[in-house]
């Protein structure tokens, strides 16, 4: 059993996007972060992301701002980002707190700026295999990570647990592709799907994205799979001084023996979600300079 890590892939990911951000003449890329609110886990990643924004030699900006913020007031400063030239990427960091509305704030953004891959046209790039989209970030970061592990996808049965919009769904259309590093049969699963361990016992390569934690035990899984536990669950753990303890979505610790190869819950899909982010970043630079 191999561990994939996701630490050290990504970071091979971020020296790569490094070597050619110092190739560029004139104005580094830019990534717009905007964060309402002050919910830790959001504070969390974006300090995650301005970090690897800095370490890769990118700008970035930070907009903070207050949970009173009107809808109207972030779609007119979502507006003033699509049009200034000097950002190439918006990152609204989700969730938002109510009654703010994702979906309309995530379409507000201009779609050669949307860096997360929401978009409706950058899902329907996504579903037409049309590459100038982007395309969401984990479900791009658990594609890299497969490739850079010497997993082959061509011809393999993968199975992914969670039909999302961020992960699911995007990681299944990724898989899928007709493109000779993809061309994967896959089988999505939901919360209706009947004999779930039947299907699951089926993959070559299982992507566990639902968001229960330790949901997928020994007996789901086929000895010599792949797993990828996409979950980032908070569990109470009073040993701990924070108070939780992070796990995935597969029970690593019977699941792991099985396994060919398994990515860890942390230290998996979870920089590969940042390194991806940065790189959709780079993707949207080249493409606003003719680059592309
Ligand atoms: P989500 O929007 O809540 O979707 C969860 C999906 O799982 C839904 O399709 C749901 O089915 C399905 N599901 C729920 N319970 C199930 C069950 N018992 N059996 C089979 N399917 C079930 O979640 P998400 O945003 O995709 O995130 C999933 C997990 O990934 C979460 O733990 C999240 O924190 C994590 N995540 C991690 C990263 C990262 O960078 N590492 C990024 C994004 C998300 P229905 O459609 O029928 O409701």
């Not at 701002?65 to 200034?84: F, G, K, Y």
């Not at 700026?113 to 037409?128: E, R």
């Amino acid at each position: 059993m191999e561990i994939i890590d996701g630490n050290q892939i990504a970071a091979s990911v971020t020296a790569d996007l490094k070597a050619e951000v110092a190739r560029f003449t004139g104005r580094r890329p830019c990534i717009t972060l905007i964060r309402v609110g002050e919910d830790p886990a959001s504070v969390s990643y974006v300090r995650k992301k301005e970090k690897t924004a800095a370490e890769i030699g990118l700008e970035s900006r930070l907009i903070l701002l207050p949970v009173t913020i009107t809808q109207p007031e972030l779609c007119t400063l979502v507006d003033q980002l699509n049009t200034d030239d000097g950002v190439d990427g918006i990152l609204v960091q989700s969730p938002l707190p109510k009654p703010l509305s994702e979906v309309a704030v995530f379409r507000r953004i201009a779609a050669h700026k949307d860096v997360d891959g929401f978009h409706t046209l950058n899902l329907g790039k996504l579903a037409q295999e049309d590459d100038t989209g982007f395309v969401a970030c984990t479900p791009a970061g658990i594609i890299e990570m497969l490739q850079r592990s010497g997993v082959t996808l061509s011809g393999k049965h993968i199975v992914v647990l969670g039909r999302s919009l961020i992960v699911g769904k995007p990681a299944a259309l990724l898989a899928m592709q007709r493109k000779p590093w993809a061309n994967a049969t896959v089988t999505i699963c939901h919360s209706q799907t009947a004999n779930l361990p039947a299907l699951t016992r089926q993959a070559d390569i299982l992507i566990a994205a639902i968001g229960k934690p330790e949901f997928v035990t020994a007996d789901m899984v086929k000895p010599g799979a792949v797993v990828i536990d996409v979950g980032v669950n908070r569990v109470p753990d009073s040993s701990r001084k924070t108070g939780y303890r992070l796990t995935g979505d597969v029970h690593f610790a019977s699941v792991a023996p099985l396994c060919a190869k398994i990515s860890p819950v942390p230290g998996g899909v979870g920089p590969m979600t940042v390194a991806m982010l940065m790189k959709n970043t780079v993707k949207a630079y080249r493409q606003n300079h003719g680059l592309a």
